[in-house]
């Protein structure tokens, strides 16, 4: 199972930006998928999850600014994050979960910003 995320670059405060997540290999079914960050020198935190049946958590800090959504059908998931703020700045790495308590990584996607 391998997850490519794309859609990282560079930004401007107050810009927009769409991540998107896409994974393939021998899966059967995708229960959540989500995104998380990380920060240099912090620890890496959730951004936004969606179960399989549209269920969504949010950070407090990205609500309102950040959406989170997927594609079953292409085994797809997305970040469409609007009003992007410096602190926004960070590695940002998708994450599922897949039956039998499985997770897997995709390999990050630098979210630098212009400030």
């Known amino acids: 199972v391998q997850l490519q995320a794309f859609g990282g670059g560079l930004v401007q405060p107050g810009g927009s930006l769409r991540l998107s997540c896409q994974a393939s290999g021998s899966i059967f079914s995708i229960n959540d998928m989500g995104w998380y960050r990380q920060a240099p020198g912090k620890q890496r935190e959730l951004v936004a999850r969606i179960s399989s049946g549209g269920s969504i958590n949010y950070a407090d800090s990205v609500k309102d600014r950040f959406t989170i959504s997927r594609d079953n059908a292409k085994n797809t998931v997305y970040l469409q994050m609007n009003s992007l703020k410096p602190e926004d700045k960070a590695v940002y790495y998708c994450?599922?979960?897949?039956?039998?308590?499985?997770?897997?990584w995709g390999q990050g996607t630098q979210l630098p910003s212009s400030a």
């Open positions: 994450k599922i979960w897949v039956p039998a308590v499985r997770v897997y």
